[in-house]
């Protein structure tokens, strides 16, 4: 069906940066948004981060200013920008695409998640 794969993930120090890729693959007829999630040890999974096909953007409010989500609509890829780096932001980010897809003669619309990519922000 659709495959997410996500990189960029590894060890910062706080007050660092890192970027996040995530390319999306398979029988798809339309994305409609992508976004990344996140979670910690301990702590469900929150949203970081999500934007439409149309180009708007949501942030969760301990990420403003300092993540920045973008996307490439013609590789399928999104990407997440992260500046300033904080202990606090250290968990396992998930990829998320909501679309459609064509498989088994009919048309889907679905969520999809990569594996998740390792952030550890620590000195």
């Known amino acids: 069906q659709v495959q997410l794969v996500e990189s960029g993930g590894g060890l910062v120090q706080p007050g660092g940066s890192l970027r996040l890729s995530c390319a999306a693959s398979?029988?798809?007829?339309?994305?409609?948004?992508m976004g990344w999630y996140r979670q910690a040890p301990g702590k469900q999974r929150e949203l970081v981060a999500t934007?439409?096909?149309?180009?708007?953007?949501n942030y969760a409010d301990s990420v403003k200013g300092r993540f920045t989500i973008s996307r490439d609509k013609v590789k399928n890829t999104v990407y997440l920008q992260m500046n300033s780096l904080k202990p606090e932001d250290t968990a396992v980010y998930y990829c998320?695409?909501?679309?459609?897809?064509?498989?088994?003669?009919?048309?889907?619309?679905?969520?999809?998640w990569g594996q998740g990519t390792q952030v550890t922000v620590s000195s």
């Open positions: 398979g029988s798809i007829v339309s994305i409609y948004a």
């Open positions: 934007i439409t096909n149309g180009g708007s953007t």
């Open positions: 998320n695409a909501d679309g459609r897809i064509f498989v088994g003669g009919v048309y889907v619309n679905s969520d999809y």
